[in-house]
C-alpha cells in the first residue's frame, strides 16, 4: 500500500495486513539510528520511550510538541528527557511558537537517520497509548539512501522544517528524496502574500492538484471539524481538484459507544452539533462499522474519483477540517494559517514513475484498486 493503518493487537490477523506498529517505524530501521527528529501534538515522552527501546537509545533526539508549558505531560517530558541526558544521550525538547491565536503544532512525523538513510514517516496518531493501540490511523513510512539529487519532495521537506524552527538543510541534502511516492502537503502559521501561499496548506494543495483529473465529489473523513463557513468549503472544494461537492464522514454516536474505548474515544472526535448543522447541504456519512471500524478514526484522508471510478488522489497526514489547519484568505488578500501540519498526497502517476526510480518496472495502470499493484486503505 501507499500508507497503512496502526497495528491493533486487540484485532485478528486478517484486520492487521499490511499494518504498521509503532516498533516496525522506530525498531526496524535497516540499521542503528545515530539521530532522530520526532514531531506531535500530545506526546507521553516516558511510555514512548519504553515502547521503543532503539528510540531512547538513539545519541541524539529532537521532540518537537504542542503541550502546554507547566502541564503535566510537559512535565514528563521534562523528566524523560533529563534522564536521557544523565546517560550521555543530546535531547532537545521543543515547542514551535505560535504567533496566531487558537493554532497548534499538530503535526506528526519522525525523522530518523542512520548513517546510510533516513526514513521518513508521516502519520495521523499522537505518541498516545490509545491512539496507537484503540483508534484508527494512517502511517506513511519511506527511507532513502544516501545521494545528491535535487527533489521536490526534499525541498517541501526542508522548507517545512525550516519554518517550524529546525534547520536540517545541511544533513537532508546528503539524501536522495527522487524516489518519494508522494508529495507534502504543509501548514505553518503565519500570513503569507500569494506567492508565498502557494508552500502552504489548501492553497498548495490546489497547485499540486491543477492537473490530477478528479472527478466528481471529493470524500472529507477527519476526527474535528472546525467552524466553517460556505465560502470557505466552497474555496476548499476548489482546492480539492475542483470537487463538485465535499462529502463528510465521521462515527455516529453509537459507534463511538460501541467502540475498543467506548465513549472516552468520543474525546478525540470534536465535532459538535453546532458546526456540524451549520453543513446541512453537504452529505454526511458515518464511518463504516465493518472490518477495523471498531477502532474509532483519529485518521484524517480527503480523496476524489477519477472518472473511471478509481482514486485520483488522496490525501492522509493531520490536517483537520479547519480553517487553521488548511488557511483562509482575509480580506486583505493574504493567506492565513494557524497552526502546523504534515500530510502526504498519492497521485497514481507520480507514485508509479517514483517506483520506476526505484528500478522496478509497472506493467498498465498504476489505479489504486484490488487488482493492481497500488492501493490505499481508506474506510
Known sequence: PLFSTNTIASFPP????????????????????????IANYMVDLPWLLQECPALGRVPHL??????????????????????RRREGLATVLRAPPLPIPFGTHHSKFALLFG????????????????????????????????????????????????ASGVDLDSELMGYDF????????????????????????????????????????????????????????????????????????VPTPSQVRDSIGGWAAGRSIPVTAKNRDKQVWHGWYRWPTEGR???????????QPAADGSLAWVVMGSHNLSRAAWGEHLKSGLFQVRSYELSVLFRPDAAKAA??????SVQGSLQPGPSSGIWVPLP
Open 14 to 37: 486478517a484486520l492487521n495486513e499490511a499494518s504498521v506498529s509503532l516498533q516496525d517505524i522506530f525498531e526496524g530501521t535497516p540499521e542503528p539510528m545515530v539521530s532522530a527528529v
Open 62 to 83: 529532537v521532540v518537537l510538541h504542542g503541550e502546554r508549558e507547566g502541564s503535566a505531560p510537559q512535565e514528563l517530558m521534562q523528566m524523560a528527557a533529563a534522564a
Open 115 to 162: 548513517d546510510n538513510f533516513v526514513r521518513v514517516a508521516i502519520f495521523s496518531a499522537n505518541f498516545l497509548f490509545i491512539d496507537w493501540h484503540e483508534k484508527s490511523q494512517g502511517v506513511f513510512v519511506q527511507d532513502f539512501p544516501r545521494g545528491q539529487e535535487a527533489s521536490e519532495f526534499g525541498g517541501a521537506l526542508r522548507m517545512y522544517l525550516r
Open 178 to 249: 527522487r524516489t518519494a511516492v508522494c508529495q507534502l502537503v504543509a501548514s505553518v502559521p503565519g500570513k503569507f502574500k500569494p506567492a508565498e501561499a502557494n508552500n502552504w496548506g489548501h492553497v498548495r494543495l490546489r497547485r499540486l492538484l491543477s492537473n490530477a483529473g478528479g472527478q466528481g465529489p471529493a470524500v472529507c473523513q477527519f476526527s474535528s471539524m472546525g467552524s466553517l463557513t460556505r465560502e470557505w468549503l466552497k474555496e476548499f472544494a476548489v482546492s480539492c481538484g475542483g470537487a463538485s461537492d465535499l462529502q463528510m464522514m
Open 293 to 303: 471500524g471498531e477502532a474509532m478514526p483519529h485518521i484524517k484522508t480527503y480523496c
Open 355 to 360: 517506483i520506476e526510480r526505484m528500478g522496478f
